[in-house]
C-alpha cells in the first residue's frame, strides 16, 4: 500500500534512453497539470481484489493525499505520513523519497534514469509505458482520449498489479489540507530527520 500511495503523488514532468515519443507524451501531461497550478483527483485504488476511493491534492511543491487510514502530506521539504489506525506519525525529509517514481518534488524528471520509457497503446488510449531498467514493477500511465489527463495508472506484473482510476481532476479553489501534529493527539511521532 505504501507504494502504491508513493505511487500517486506525482503527475507533473521529465527527461535520457527514452523513446522520444513516450517522453513528450510525458511533457505533454506534466503540463497540462502544471498549468493548472493547484488541483485535486479523486481516484479508485483496486489492488488485492479490494477498493478504496482516495483523493490527491496539490498546490506548488505541496501535496496532501488521503486514502483508506493513511494521509500523507508533503510540505516544504519534510514527508508526514499519518496511520490513525496505528496512531503513528512518520516524519522524514521529502527529498529521501526523490526516487519514488511519483514524488511531488520531481514529477516525472527522474523517471527515464531507472525506467525505459515508450508510448504504447492501453484499452484503446494512449499511454506510455515505464519498464524498471533493473528491477520492479512495469507501470502504465493510460491517458484519456484528449492525450493529456490521466484516466489509470497500473502497475506490477503477473497476477500481482494495482490499478488507480482517475474519478475527476478538477482546478482547485480550497485550500490544501496541512500537517499540524495538534490535530492527532496521542499519536506517536516516529522522526527519521
Not at 20 to 33: T, V, W
Not at 56 to 64: A, K, P, R, T
Not at 178 to 189: A, I, N, P, Q, V
Amino acid at each position: 500500500m505504501k507504494r502504491i500511495v508513493l505511487l500517486l503523488l506525482l503527475f507533473v514532468s521529465l527527461s535520457a534512453w527514452a523513446d522520444e515519443r513516450g517522453e513528450k507524451r510525458l511533457e505533454r501531461i506534466s503540463r497540462y497539470y502544471s498549468s493548472l497550478g493547484s488541483y485535486s483527483i479523486s481516484f479508485v485504488l483496486r489492488a488485492g481484489g479490494g477498493e478504496q476511493r482516495g483523493e490527491l491534492q496539490v498546490e506548488g511543491n505541496s501535496s496532501y493525499m488521503k486514502i483508506a487510514d493513511t494521509e500523507l502530506f508533503v510540505e516544504d521539504s519534510l514527508r508526514y505520513e499519518v496511520r490513525t489506525s496505528t496512531k503513528e506519525i512518520v516524519v522524514d525529509r521529502a527529498d529521501a523519497y526523490e526516487k519514488e517514481l511519483l514524488n511531488p518534488l520531481n514529477g516525472f524528471s527522474e523517471v527515464s534514469k531507472d525506467y525505459n520509457v515508450e508510448e504504447c497503446e492501453v484499452d484503446g488510449r494512449a499511454a506510455v509505458r515505464l519498464t524498471p531498467k533493473r528491477t520492479g514493477e512495469t507501470v502504465y500511465i493510460v491517458t484519456n482520449v484528449n492525450g493529456e489527463t490521466l484516466s489509470k495508472v497500473k502497475y506490477g506484473s503477473g497476477d500481482n498489479y494495482a490499478e488507480v482510476d482517475i474519478i475527476s481532476t478538477k482546478k482547485e479553489s480550497k485550500k490544501m489540507p496541512r500537517f499540524s501534529k495538534e490535530s492527532y493527539k496521542g499519536f506517536e511521532l516516529i522522526d527519521f530527520r
